[in-house]
């Protein structure tokens, strides 16, 4: 006779329960019974776990097999258990030793073939098994990131049951959970390197007032060309500092949204004078609370940001300024900004998507990623886990990314991708194989995406290529820029 117990978990609702998977083998007739008041997926573990044994090596035990799933009286659903349902009979076969599963959690559903296949709720679950002392689990290598979240928690990723069973019987590495890079600080990264407009949504403490601050610290500096630009601009605007030389940081201006369209775009009596727009050429202009801004002022910047130059007209003449400016909007999702966001929102849905409206679709049409930020959880706030990266890494290869970029265009003129003109990169030798962009031409003739959204998300998809090292997008880039294009990155 042979037993074996692994530690896994379920779930109740949202809650969290830690489950002891037990197995006994005894001689009698091959027979699976399952007990713990399981459901019909988890019935059919049996035979999902069966055929993952066979298939990945190892031998199943003709015996006749109890599992029992406690505490008995608690409801068990899913397929979460597989993987947890299978170690426990190789190891109550002898095949395996029980002492090496002592205090791990492990989750996972198991394909036929042996495959660990990711399960909805990992989150909770890992978070069920820290308040329960557990620090070690295993997960699938697709729910790792998700799991690392938690703080305090050592993740192990596996892809098969052969790997997971290699590392308990000699001690093979497993999978390391990916790097989690949120998904605010890589559109920031990725609007850096290439130039594009950027638009945070989210409630309040979701962090989009400072991604916007940090974005000119992983702008590369200035040349002698922008420098001379940026400092003799601040000279007419009467900003320069008494004795102070070239400007090589790029600017960052931030209006109140009570600013008038004069104030953004230039304006004054005699000669006009730059607006923040042109002050913040060849840098970062931030709009805060962007829907609160008046309706003339936001589509005052849709000239600008299209042609990189402000046009003031006045009677004794007209005076152009450049304003080739990198904008970030920032919006809450509603009017009442609650911190929690949908939960204790007090705004009807039409309030809702009329605050949101103020941003017109012309306007957001020129912005290149737009991201919708969560609310800072606990574990993340709290997380004593490793450091982030510096600015000054960033930064790096921000400019190496430029640096391929500005070489790819050089004969065009064009600096950043941003910059560079659709028909550029819809024609040889730039142009990308229909492979790459099925699902590009799938949004545009549907509607879902305009023919500027559609050359702008090209642009994105050649920064991250510029950003991983790639010559050129592949099929994976252009569905990330889709993404950040359409706002579905969360």
């Known amino acids: 006779m042979g037993y074996a117990k692994v530690l896994s978990v379920g779930l109740a609702g949202v809650a969290g329960h830690l489950v002891e998977v037990e ?85 996972g559903e198991l394909g036929l073939d042996g495959a660990v296949r990711p399960v909805r709720g990992t989150l909770p679950m890992v978070a069920a098994a820290a308040r329960a002392g557990h620090t070690r689990v295993v997960v699938p290598a697709g729910n790792a ?42 559109a920031l990264e990725i609007a850096a390197a290439g130039g594009h407009h950027l638009a945070l949504l989210g409630p309040p403490g979701a962090g989009k007032t400072m991604l916007a601050e940090r974005l000119p ?108 400016t990198q904008l970030v909007l920032a919006a809450n999702p509603c009017p009442c900004a609650k911190p929690s966001g949908d939960v204790d929102c007090e705004c009807p849905p039409l309030t809702r998507r009329r605050y949101l409206g103020r941003l017109s679709g012309p306007l957001l049409d020129r912005v290149d990623v737009q ?40 004969a065009t003129g064009h600096r950043v991708n941003a910059d560079v003109p659709g028909p550029y990169l819809r024609r040889p030798p730039w142009h990308l194989p229909a492979r790459v962009t099925t699902d590009l031409r799938h949004r545009l003739d549907t509607g879902s995406l305009s023919a500027r959204g559609y050359d702008r998300v090209l642009r994105l998809a050649w920064t991250i290529a510029d950003l991983d090292g790639r010559d050129r997008p592949g099929h994976d880039d252009v569905a990330e820029a889709i993404q950040l294009r359409t706002g579905e990155v969360a």
């Open 23 to 107: 197995a006994d083998l005894a001689p009698g007739l091959p027979a699976v019974i399952i007990s713990g008041l399981p459901d019909t997926a988890l019935h059919e573990a049996r035979d999902r776990v069966r055929a993952a044994i066979v298939n990945s090596g190892q031998k199943w035990p003709n015996r006749r097999i109890t599992l029992n799933l406690l505490p008995a009286t608690l409801p068990k659903y899913g397929s979460a258990f597989d993987l947890a349902i299978a170690l426990a009979v190789l190891a109550g076969s002898g095949e395996l030793p029980p002492v090496a599963l002592d205090a791990t959690v492990v989750l």
């Open 145 to 186: 990131a998700e799991a690392a979240v938690i703080p305090g928690v050592r993740v192990h990723a596996v892809d098969t049951l052969h790997r997971l069973v290699a590392h308990v019987r000699d001690g093979s590495p497993l999978l390391a959970p990916p790097a989690h890079v949120p998904a605010g600080r890589r």
């Open 371 to 410: 991201v919708q930020l969560r609310a800072v959880r606990a574990a993340e706030l709290l997380s004593t886990g490793a450091a982030q990266e510096s600015s000054a890494t960033v930064a790096a290869r921000v400019v190496a990314a430029r640096h391929a970029a500005a070489d790819r265009w050089a």
């Open 217 to 324: 610290s992983i702008l590369p500096e200035l040349d002698d060309e922008a420098a001379l630009e940026v400092t003799a601009l601040h000279s007419i605007a009467g900003l320069l500092p008494p004795g102070g030389g070239l400007l090589r940081r790029p600017p960052f201006q931030a209006p109140h949204h009570t600013a008038t369209v004069p104030a953004l775009v230039g304006g004054g009596s005699g000669l006009a004078r730059p607006g923040a727009v042109s002050l913040a050429h060849r840098g970062v202009l931030f709009l805060d609370e962007a829907p609160e801004f008046g309706k003339g002022a936001l589509e005052a910047l849709r000239q600008p940001l299209e042609s990189g130059r402000v046009r003031v007209a006045r009677t004794r003449g007209a005076t152009e300024y450049p304003a080739r």
